[in-house]
């Protein structure tokens, strides 16, 4: 018997010997062969399709692409998080080169103050970074080389962790092209910065930086701005860019009319109300400028844009804190992948995108065009007055009846256009004292129709793209990192028409994020269950609030109001009326509020909790199992 204990622990202790050995030797053989196995659904710890196209590019060129990366590992100058992710980094940097075949070379440098490495470091213009912890600088970051070709990344930054695949493809894309291709901007909005005014810093306001958009676009291709009265849009420009057109004049829609039937590529960014548009506010700060629009393009091409309205959405929207506490928002539409057009490359590809008080497409495209819808709201949405959504969002959810229609938010209108001004270029409004001397100057011809398939975006928001709607601004690290897909979207559409499509998939997936729609969907349907108790409550305050309007007015300057005793009665009963619907009214929203916030709680207990009971119950049954066959022996 003594014996035979002893041999079941050697045998026991032999067996848990050659388990050990075998998961180091199968971890020592993966890791030389840089295998790994990725479990996600969206496949965020393997190469997406979009960089491997752009390694297969590199794999086939005569002359191998350099990756110089730069970590201060010696001497723990390294912060603990960013030794890690330089790590990362360099395993990345093992799948680039993998992927490509042997043509993308890395090396991998240290350096430390006053050698070769620091100097080679700055030369390549990546540059040092303070440890805060110490106060020590450290380098961490990369350069791409393809000579005469260079793009340097010059902060590498555990902040954009989630972007790093899409930097380093970027980066990889750049070397690679020899022209930039020009992209024009038109804008009356600030895109492009804005200039220190003395006579502003006086009233506490300063200029503004340029958008992150600007600057992404800007690392890409050849960026010109486009002034709001142009008359005519430079050959060189192939795709242009018009966000908020606000006021557009006649001449310089002709322009862009010209621009289209030549085979110019058009993204018009439209809005119904432009919060970025902050140059005649009102005096409690809420934009009162109106909307945006292309009125002679639209018709010839069979669309209609009302300036007025703003989508809203039961679906879509939720509460929001403005510093007041959270309130409703029903013209925030925070769209997921039921809104997008999967078929499309672009739109398909993006998901979790803020469309702030955007407006919406209505009508049928001209003879000749195609049209495609690549965003909408729900069927659970309406169209609402702007203004209104803006200074009340409560009353609009309060008043809200579902149109049952999905409205577009973005389309897409292909084939042959025709033109605008079928009678040639719109004479000038304001007509100046040379205006006859320029009646003998011959006239460019003006083109009637496109020969070849055209292409036009039209977006029914221009916010979008505004920086306090799509990133947060790190100053300390000077970096950018998105919070939804809406710049990856606006730089997906330019790379689409104008560049390297193949970071539109490197892009979109570092904007992943799996929103609760479950929950947003068990939400909605909560609201509409209380939405006809909280209108008839709503109504019953109203026509009490007028009444008692009507007979306060009676009273004539400071007199006191003097009532009949039956005027008296009606009057304390319309009170006690407009007071009882008032307390009927909250209870009805702490209710509505109780109930949403019990579905959340119980469908994220449901998915954090039932993983866990999931794994335990099968760890139970297998124990079970095992007593019961011990038994059985």
């Known amino acids: 018997m003594k014996q035979s204990k002893t041999q079941a622990l050697l045998f ?30 969206d496949g965020l710890h393997s190469l997406s399709p979009g960089t491997r196209q752009i390694l297969a590019r590199v794999g086939q060129g005569d002359t191998p692409v350099t990756v110089n990366f730069y970590a201060s590992m010696k001497g723990n100058r390294l912060p603990p998080m960013e030794e890690a992710y330089a790590r990362q980094v360099e395993d990345l940097l093992v799948q680039f080169a993998s992927e490509a075949s042997g043509r993308l070379v890395v090396k991998k440098f240290d350096p430390q103050p006053d050698s070769e490495e620091e100097e080679a470091a700055k030369i390549d213009g990546v540059e040092p970074q303070m440890n805060q912890q110490n106060g020590e600088p450290y380098y961490l970051g990369l350069s791409v080389n393809l000579d005469p070709q260079k793009a340097a990344l010059p902060s590498l930054t555990v902040q954009r962790d989630r972007l790093l695949e899409y930097d380093l493809a970027r980066a990889i894309s750049q ?163 039921d809104a997008v057009s999967q078929s499309d490359v672009v739109f398909g590809q993006t998901d979790n995108i803020l469309f702030p008080f955007a407006g919406v497409f209505t009508g049928k495209a001209s003879d000749g065009l195609k049209q495609e819808v690549l965003l909408h709201t729900s069927k659970d949405s309406q169209l609402v007055d702007g203004i209104t959504s803006q200074m009340n969002g409560r009353k609009v959810l309060d008043d809200f009846s579902p149109s049952g229609v999905e409205y577009a938010l973005a389309v897409r209108l292909s084939g042959k256009f025709k033109t605008a001004f079928p009678d040639g270029k719109p004479a000038d409004s304001k007509p100046d004292a040379k205006a006859d001397d320029k009646k003998d100057e011959p006239k460019a011809d003006a083109l009637k129709e496109s020969k070849e398939d055209g292409i036009v975006y039209l977006i029914g928001d221009a916010d979008f793209l505004y920086d306090p709607y799509c990133v947060r601004v790190d100053r300390m690290f000077r970096v950018a990192v998105p919070f939804n897909g809406n710049l990856s979207l606006g730089q997906n559409l330019v790379e689409q028409v104008a560049g390297d499509s193949s970071l539109i998939g490197a892009r979109s997936r570092a904007t992943v994020r799996r929103p609760f729609t479950v929950i947003q969907e068990k939400q909605a349907d909560a609201a509409k269950k209380f939405q006809a108790e909280i209108a008839r409550f709503q ?12 007979i306060q007015s009676r009273k ?35 209710d509505l509020r109780q109930e949403v916030e019990a579905l959340e709680f119980r469908t994220k207990l449901l998915n954090i909790a039932g993983m866990a009971l999931v794994v335990t119950g099968v760890g139970i049954g297998l124990a079970v199992v095992r007593i019961r066959k011990t038994a059985a022996r």
């Open 12 to 41: 026991s202790t032999l067996g848990v010997a050659i388990a050990f050995a075998v998961v180091v030797l199968l971890n020592f053989v993966f890791s030389r062969a840089n295998v790994r196995v990725d479990l996600t659904e």
């Open 539 to 550: 109504k019953e305050v109203d026509e009490a609030g007028q009444k008692i309007s009507q």
């Open 556 to 590: 004539e300057g400071n007199q006191k109001l003097i009532l009949s005793p039956e005027a008296k009665v009606e009057y304390e009963n319309l009170v006690r009326k407009q007071a009882d619907a008032n307390r009927q009214l909250r209870k009805v929203r702490k």
């Open 175 to 337: 070397v690679l092209q020899t022209n930039k291709p020009v992209i024009g901007v038109m804008t009356p909005l600030p895109a492009f910065g804005a200039p220190m005014n003395p006579m502003m810093m006086r009233m506490g306001q300063q200029g503004s930086e340029p958008w992150v958009f600007i600057g992404e676009l800007k690392r890409d291709f050849d960026v010109r701005q486009v002034a709001m009265d142009v008359e005519s849009i430079d050959p060189a420009i192939k795709v242009l860019l018009v966000i908020h057109p606000k006021d557009i004049s006649e001449k310089a829609q002709y322009a862009l009319d010209q621009f289209v039937l030549r085979g110019g590529r058009l993204v018009a960014m439209l809005d119904s109300l432009c919060l970025a548009d902050n140059r005649n506010p009102n005096p409690m700060g809420f934009n009162m400028g109106g909307g945006s629009s292309l009125p002679k393009l639209l018709k010839a091409w069979g669309v209609e844009f009302d300036t007025a309205k703003v989508a809203a959405d039961a679906r879509f929207s939720r509460e929001i804190d403005f510093g007041r506490g959270a309130q409703p928002a029903p013209s925030f539409l925070f769209l997921n992948k």
